[in-house]
Nanobody, 117 residues
Framework: QVRLVESGGGLVQPGGSLRLSCVAS????????MGWYRQTPGKERELVAT???????NYADSVKGRFTISRDNAKNTVYLQMNSLKPEDTAVYYC???????????WGQGTQVTVSS
């Protein structure tokens, strides 16, 4: 089992920055591909960024060059640094863990990010 708890969301002005954190419980964090997704009302959840253990990061085109995903396996934590935020980045952001050896996905409860002046 993997339990995920996000934090760091909030209200920020356009052009501002936020850093989201996701702390994972359980022993599988170090082998999981971690990711951030986001969802707005009436739309499907979409991938923002992923980071496998020791592998290459992957970003949605809409956030490339502005967002950075990173992980600290010693702290069981994954981060999403979001810079140059735009109103269209407003969404609920969800942390995700995918453990390939058991083909299981785990989700956090989500954290609201609102970009508005």
């Amino acid at each position: 089992q993997v339990r995920l708890v996000e934090s760091g969301g909030g209200l920020v002005q356009p052009g501002g920055s936020l850093r989201l954190s996701c702390v994972a419980s359980g022993s599988m964090f170090s082998i999981a591909t971690m990711g951030w997704y986001r969802q707005t009302p009436g739309k499907e959840r979409e991938l923002v960024a992923t980071i496998p253990d020791g592998g290459r990061t992957n970003y949605a085109d809409s956030v490339k060059g502005r967002f950075t995903i990173s992980r600290d396996n010693a702290k069981n934590t994954v981060y999403l640094q979001m810079n140059s935020l735009k109103p269209e980045d407003t969404a609920v952001y969800y942390c995700n863990a995918y453990v390939s050896i058991i083909n299981r996905y785990y989700w956090g409860q989500g954290t609201q990010v609102t970009v508005s002046s």
